[in-house]
């Protein structure tokens, strides 16, 4: 078949294969207009797009300035996101390394204190006063009003003076004491630790917040002693670049993986003989489903999304793979869930109701998963988890950590892309076109009450947890890009 | 004398593998073609009694290959009928079926050639289990798309009707009813009871079942053909065996004329009446798919000058919503169109929701088009007034309590437009290997067909895959607020009330 042929449109493949080649500054410009076109597009791609630029970003950085290095990766990352701001993942990737950078600055600052032992032991337990005020920070980030946290909060202040101009900031830690104007509630352990910070309480336990987190977030607090290494932190021979690249290499592994780590809790949740609803074409999805479907047996009732991905669905289900990924993919040995021996059923969207008495559960795939515990993800992924909801049925939502996004849903309508009205009625229709307003939302925002559970290459979470792998996973003065 | 039937049992597994594996693509349409021509030729040639034997060898082999694993000695009874039975079907059939033939051993040839042989055993017994999911028992009935096999009492106007329902040509409850009528009227004008009978006797159990029977055939009667129906029998077994025919048939005539009138006609007018004031100005209204009532009643209220815009929200594959977005927009009616994936959107906006009814159950739930369960629930979610209009004799006293167990399951064919199919075309080349090898002789046909109708094949071939269609179902009563009738408005929980009073009098 002639049609068979792999054309060469642009898109993640061929980006990944220029890059090796262009320059940054084109690559950069290169993916913007990729983005705004959509030749790339959906979570995985332009994850992966991101993760490849940023990695040449940093191997092309010269110099040794890591406040230079944040903001270098800060401003491509502005530029990327403001390309395509619902494309979130982007900004997530680019926040992810931008985490990373900052967690190589401080490690490599905690060796330099730990040399001298008794700063060291100082530093430890100054670093046990200022977590605390940390932790109330980065929840006081994610209350609903998101626009708070535009303010810098004190430890942003901190880090991003500490990065510019890090010489004069050890005189700011009694600073502290603004914390309590910005997050009110937690003012009963602020207290605690604002008297730790001078009587130096032998055991933290007296504090109401768990003291025992050692996350990077534990290491996140720049101390006062720690600012001051910083400043003559750039003569220090450490290879800042390639730390950082290395652990954007570690970025990549995750995104690569993420599908087999999820789909090994597929066994947990997925017992023999179920009948399970999901929708769109989604390879997380599918892996997971095959995962089980090495195991044991089960029905899949499978929605197809038109207008939007239905070519899509109607492909996995016969093939096992999208076609984008056509060309590009590694593992291009897929095969269809039927090949499996699992018994797929395809539906139009109009009978999820109808269907969803008898289905014992709902997987949806996703496009963001939001700080709250929302989702974005495929039209009609609304009305799936809502069908779902009433009839008792549980929904499971599959999804790697790199969608998870700290960004709070405030206006859920700037995060819903509205997509080519030609899909849904064609243009040859002129007359119907010219006369009839035709919508075509390409995503849903579903309410995290909808959702049961989310899994993730974590593991299970509830859907109210989920704030807490987004504080573990993003700095809280990178938020705002 | 025990080697045989485990040579036997090894075999099959072994053989498929090479067979999928070595043979190329390209090979593979040839090859299949001519593997195929003999065994269509050489299975007429097998009389009858050869097939009980053939069938007996295998029941026999089968049975043998379930005991080698248990025990020796019983191994030794079968393969006395089975080598005699080998070589004869191998004379006749040419030694190329040799390949295929690995599978026929442990019964029906299976279309895919991968799975161990313990599932080729196992699948064509679940096959008819599987078929539509939990809606196996809709498919008894197969649609019928051709005059063929009507009986020759079907009248020319039930004939015409009957293709105009299977292609949807005529769709909707309402449509469907009244175009059942006037084909009935035609049939009664042409009739002439036979001698010996009388009208009353011989028209309904006679010479209109068979309508019925060839209608139903077509398309499964709706709720509002089946009160129709029962009315037109009850006329027609009331009418007095002493009148003569012609005027019988023309008071018959007359009476159908004021049903339809009485309970279509006048009836969605007054539905009409009730409705109108419940649109205010400035109202976003949604609906779903296409109800004549409902248009007439956004017609009529655009009529009147009442400002107010429409959101329809449509579903494939019929997008009957369509027709009635361009006759809305032509009336000068703002109009916003969607589909059911995005009806979360939609149902935003709007500020009320009017829908039609397939019908009404007796237990206050509403039977009509696939979808209007999920826009009902997501308007009542959002507590949007959800109304019904719905003429009496869409009433039925009938109780559903899900969309499975009474629902019309359509051809799943249908479910992929021309477009789609176009779309779906270059996955051609991904498609797995057991599956392109296997359907090799398809493959052949496929290419003359050339595209589209292929399509539809791979769905077909794919024995775990299937497209599931069904046209209705239930909404349940709670997210109903309100049934407008030509008879006033009422709670969902009055609906076998009304049909008591509707039907009695």
């Known amino acids: ?481 | 004398m025990s080697h045989p039937p485990s040579g036997g049992a090894a075999q099959p597994p072994a053989a498929p593998t090479p067979d999928s594996a070595s043979n190329p693509p390209s090979q593979s349409t040839g090859d299949a073609k001519n593997v195929n021509a003999p065994a269509a030729e050489g299975a007429p040639k097998l009389s009858a009694a050869e097939l009980k034997k053939q069938k007996q060898a295998e029941k026999q082999a089968r049975r043998a290959q379930a005991k080698a694993s248990g025990g020796p000695p019983n191994q030794q009874k079968s393969p006395p009928p089975k080598d005699g039975q080998k070589p004869t079907k191998e004379s006749k059939q040419g030694p190329k079926e040799d390949k295929s033939k690995a599978l026929p051993v442990r019964g029906r040839p299976s279309q895919t050639n991968v799975p161990a042989p313990k599932d080729i055993k196992k699948e064509p017994k679940k096959e008819p289990k599987q078929i539509g999911l939990f809606f196996g028992h809709l498919y008894s009935q197969l649609r019928q798309h051709s005059m063929v096999g009507a009986t020759k009492e079907v009248h020319p106007a039930v004939l015409a009707l009957g293709l105009q329902y299977s292609s949807y040509v005529v769709c909707g409850s309402t449509a469907r009813m009244v175009a059942m009528l006037l084909a009935f009227k035609a049939v009664i004008e042409s009739y002439q009871t036979p001698v010996g009978t009388s009208l009353a006797r011989h028209l309904t159990s006679h010479h209109l079942s068979p309508q019925i029977d060839y209608l139903r055939s077509c398309r499964p009667l709706s709720i509002s053909m089946g009160n129709a129906i029962r009315w037109l029998k009850d006329v027609i077994i009331k009418i007095d065996p002493s009148t003569p025919e012609a005027e019988a048939k023309r008071d018959l005539l007359s009476e159908i004329d004021t049903f339809i009138l009485q309970r279509i006609t006048a009836a969605d007018h007054l539905i009409c009446d009730n409705a109108i004031d419940k649109i205010r100005p400035g109202d976003v209204i949604l609906t779903y798919a296409s109800s004549s009532v409902v248009e007439k009643l956004l017609l009529r209220a655009h009529k009147e000058g009442t400002p107010f815009s429409v959101i329809i929200v449509d579903s494939k594959p019929l997008f009957e919503g369509k027709r009635l977005a361009r006759n809305l927009a032509q009336h000068g009616i703002k109009v916003k169109y969607a589909l059911v994936t995005g009806a979360a959107h939609a149902v935003k906006d709007a500020t009320k929701v009017l829908l039609g009814a397939h019908a009404m159950m007796s237990n206050g739930r509403l039977y009509s088009r696939v979808g209007t369960a999920l826009i009902s629930m997501l308007a009542s979610s959002s507590s949007i007034p959800v109304i019904v209009l719905c003429e009496s004799v869409k009433f039925t006293e009938r109780v559903a309590l899900d969309s499975i167990v009474g629902n019309e399951v359509a051809p799943s064919s249908e479910l992929l437009s021309e477009s789609e199919r176009q779309a779906l075309l270059p996955f051609k080349s991904c498609l797995p290997k057991s599956q392109s090898s296997s359907k090799g002789r398809d493959d052949g046909k496929g290419e003359k067909e050339e595209g589209e109708g292929e399509v539809i094949g791979w769905f077909e071939e794919e024995k775990n895959l299937q497209m599931l269609q069904v046209l209705y179902d239930v909404t349940p009563a709670e997210y109903i607020n309100m049934v407008i009738t030509e008879y006033g408005s009422l709670p969902p929980s009055s609906v076998p009330v009304v049909h008591r009073l509707s039907t009695n009098i």
């Open chain 1, 1 to 481: 078949m002639p049609q068979g042929a792999v054309t060469v449109a642009p898109g993640l493949s061929s980006f990944l294969k220029s890059l090796k080649t262009t320059p940054v500054e084109p690559s950069v410009e290169h993916f913007i207009s990729l983005l705004k076109r959509r030749q790339i597009r959906n979570s995985r791609p332009c994850a992966i797009a991101a993760t490849a630029l940023l990695l040449r970003v940093v191997g092309e950085f010269k110099g040794r300035d890591s406040a230079k290095l944040v903001e270098r990766i800060r401003q491509v990352g502005k530029r990327l996101t403001s390309a395509q701001p619902r494309e979130v993942v982007v900004g997530n990737i680019v926040r992810r390394v931008l985490g990373l950078v900052r967690e190589v600055v401080e490690e490599n600052v905690d060796v330099g204190t730990e040399a001298t032992s008794d700063v060291g032991h100082n530093s430890q337990l100054q670093h046990d006063s200022l977590t605390r005020p940390m932790l109330a920070s980065t929840i006081s980030t994610f209350s609903p009003l998101k626009h708070a946290s535009a303010e810098p909060t004190d430890s942003s202040l901190h880090q991003s003076e500490a990065m510019s101009d890090s010489g004069e900031l050890s005189k700011r830690p009694p600073f502290l004491a603004s914390h309590t104007s910005y997050a009110p509630a937690s003012s009963a352990p602020l207290v605690n630790s604002l008297f730790g910070l001078f009587s130096h309480p032998d055991t933290p336990s007296t504090s109401s917040t768990p003291t025992g987190h050692q996350s990077p977030n534990g290491k996140g607090a720049l101390t006062a002693v720690n600012l001051e290494r910083l400043a003559d932190f750039s003569k220090s021979n450490f290879d800042l670049k390639a730390e950082v690249m290395d652990g954007i290499r570690e970025l990549q592994d995750e995104l690569e993986q993420s599908d087999d780590l999820i789909a090994a809790n597929a066994l947990d949740h997925i017992h023999s003989n179920e009948i399970i609803l999901t929708h769109t074409a989604s390879r997380s999805v599918q892996k997971f489903l095959q995962a089980a479907a090495r195991k044991r047996k089960f029905t899949v009732v499978h929605a197809e999304t038109y207008p939007h991905d239905h070519t899509a669905t109607h492909g996995i289900l016969l093939t096992g793979k999208k076609r984008d990924e056509y060309g590009d993919d590694v593992d291009d040995m897929w095969k269809p869930l039927t090949a499996a021996g699992i018994q797929v059923v395809l539906i139009p969207d109009s009978h999820v109701f109808a269907i969803m008495s008898r289905v014992n559960k709902v997987i949806l795939a996703t496009h963001t998963v939001l700080a709250n515990g929302g989702l974005v993800a495929a039209a009609g992924a609304h009305m799936i988890a809502k069908a779902a909801k009433v009839h008792q049925t549980p929904v499971v939502v599959v999804s790697g950590v790199y969608k998870l996004s700290p960004v709070y849903p405030f206006d859920i309508e700037e995060l819903i892309e509205y997509g080519d009205a030609g899909s849904v009625v064609p243009y040859e229709d002129g007359d119907f076109v010219d006369k009839v307003d035709v919508e075509n939302p390409l995503y849903d925002y579903v309410p995290a009450d909808l959702v049961d559970l989310y899994i993730t290459n974590l593991g299970g979470h509830a859907p109210s947890y989920l704030y807490r792998i987004v504080a573990d996973h993003y700095r809280s003065e990178d938020i705002n890009l």
